[in-house]
């Protein structure tokens, strides 16, 4: 039987069990939050992002969410610095050319200004003469850090990023820290 946890894996919590940096006291880890054992990430989110992480015991599912040759959609919304323009949106429908090459194309748009989130903790640096945007982005690769690249590389870097979505799971009203245990996934 294969069981599947999703997460909302707050802000500066590393996507791993352990830390073995010379920081760990310092350092939370999903062992703060998931304490079932056997249970493994399906893939990663860096310490400075948020959201939506699924964990499983069944290493067939995980290989099947992580790997990218599944090419599983994974949805974030990301909150940039400025007035993303249209132009922006178009570039990153397009494909972005990054160091390692050309992104694939993303769909993407801009969210309602009235968008809620939670607090994140601490909050975002805030400039009073320049405003954010919220955009969606939806991919099906996994490069590097990738979300973020892509928006700077349009002239919008990101401030703050939360997955809400991979594949048909979705983040829903769980809070930051929250989890749910799906069962027969």
């Not at 290989?63 to 949805?75: G, L």
């Not at 323009?85 to 194309?105: H, I, M, W, Y």
């Not at 801009?110 to 994140?120: H, P, Y």
């Amino acid at each position: 039987m294969s069981d599947l946890i999703l997460l909302n894996k707050p802000f500066n919590v590393l996507c791993q069990f352990t830390d073995e940096s010379e920081q760990s006291a310092s350092r939370e880890t999903l062992a703060n939050y998931i304490t079932d054992k056997g249970f493994y990430a399906a893939g990663r989110l860096d310490r400075d992002s948020e959201g939506l992480l699924l964990l499983t015991n069944d290493g067939k599912l995980q290989h099947k969410i992580s790997d990218p040759v599944h090419k599983m959609p994974k949805t974030y919304w990301a909150q940039v610095e400025g007035a993303v323009t249209q132009e922006a949106l178009k570039q990153l429908r397009n494909g972005v050319n990054l160091k390692d090459g050309v992104t694939q194309p993303a769909k993407c748009k801009q969210l309602n200004s009235g968008i809620r989130v939670w607090e994140r903790v601490p909050p975002i640096r805030a400039r009073k003469n320049i405003p954010t945007s919220w955009i969606e982005l939806t991919i099906t690769e996994g490069k590097n850090r990738q979300v973020r690249r892509m928006t700077a590389a349009v002239g919008f870097p990101t401030l703050r990023l939360i997955r809400v979505r991979i594949g048909d799971w979705k983040l829903g009203n769980l809070k930051p820290g929250e989890s749910k245990r799906l069962q027969d996934q």
